[in-house]
């Protein structure tokens, strides 16, 4: 796991999930073109500024 100490702010939910799309994707497509192992199995948790849990995204939806 790996956490992003900067984070991002975004207006609403539907924005979280596109970030979160698209961010798979670029990861996924990375590790296809490094003919790495893909991370299909993985997931982004978006949190809110007090750490909780708010959205969770499968890369496995980004395929």
Known sequence: MSEDYEGELLPDIAAVEENAMVS????????L????????????EV?????????????SKAA
Do not use: W
Request: hydrophobic residues 40%.
């Open 24 to 31: 798979a994707r670029e990861i996924l497509a990375e590790e």
């Open 33 to 44: 073109l490094g003919r790495q192992p893909v991370l299909a199995g993985c997931s982004f």
């Open 47 to 59: 949190c809110d500024e007090t750490k909780n849990v708010v959205f969770v995204y499968p890369f």
